[in-house]
């Protein structure tokens, strides 16, 4: 993935909140050895991620959902409450629309299953503590295709401010929501990253917000057609 990460005295303090030891240590064994990780902490619960977060200065947080004492997703809207700036991915067994669309609502960058690749769960970490959107391979936004069943012309008529963008644009927000970066997008145009940085910058500034998770719950909620599907 193409995003940066801090350097030097900025870089991450990873949270992992999970009541499975064997999935925190696992996971605390891959961190250790990165270079963008400063110290790797863990919790068990609600409880003990809260506490975490409000005597440590945590910056990415990776969350179970289905945690012993409640519900990971508020857990983490209670952490973004208290610290807006903390990056969370959530980490779960389960595979659920509406979880992700919950999840992406309350402030979280990414959301992963538990059955992904133990190098791209760190490789997400990473993304979404650089400030970008990870969605894992099989996760999409709920809604993302028409919900009211619309043809693919008529979805062309898309609310303000989404009727804005260029059909190029409208194919790059596409491909955010499904969440790829920068990269991967360019790979697929053909063009310099350099340039969709550009065409990415001009989309979040039509639109009026200011990274990826914005921009892709603006397309859901328009009904947007996921990547593939013609809108012209």
């Known amino acids: 993935m193409d995003d940066a990460v801090p350097d030097g005295p900025d870089l991450a303090r990873v949270l992992i909140v999970d009541d499975h030891p064997v999935v925190r240590r696992g996971l605390r064994a891959m961190l250790d050895g990165e ?3 400063a110290q790797v902490l863990e919790a068990a619960s609600c409880a003990d991620a809260l506490a975490t977060v409000a005597h440590e200065q945590v910056t990415v947080v990776a969350m179970d959902i289905a945690l012993p004492d409640g ?3 508020q857990a983490a809207a209670r ?5 807006p700036g903390t990056a969370v ?4 067994m389960a595979d659920d629309d509406a979880l992700v669309a919950r999840a992406l609502q309350i402030g979280a960058r990414g959301y992963l299953l538990k059955d992904t690749d133990p190098d791209v769960v760190v490789d997400a970490l990473r993304t979404v503590a650089a400030g970008g959107l990870v969605l894992g391979p099989g996760v999409r ?3 993302l295709a028409d919900p009211a069943g619309r043809s693919a012309a008529s979805a062309t008529r898309l609310p303000p401010p989404l009727d804005q963008l260029t059909a190029r644009e409208r194919e790059i927000l596409r491909h955010i929501a499904a969440g790829e970066g ?9 063009v310099s ?6 065409q990415v910058s001009t989309v979040f500034a039509k639109l009026g917000v200011s990274d990826r998770v914005q921009a892709a719950l603006l397309a859901r909620d328009a009904g947007m057609a996921p990547p593939g599907r013609q809108d012209q």
């Open 35 to 37: 270079p963008w990780v």
């Open 71 to 73: 519900d990971g997703v």
């Open 79 to 83: 952490i973004l409450r208290h610290r």
């Open 89 to 92: 991915l959530m980490l779960t």
């Open 141 to 143: 936004l709920a809604g």
């Open 182 to 190: 920068n990269a991967q997008i360019a790979r697929r145009f053909g």
């Open 193 to 198: 990253d350099k340039t969709v940085r550009n």
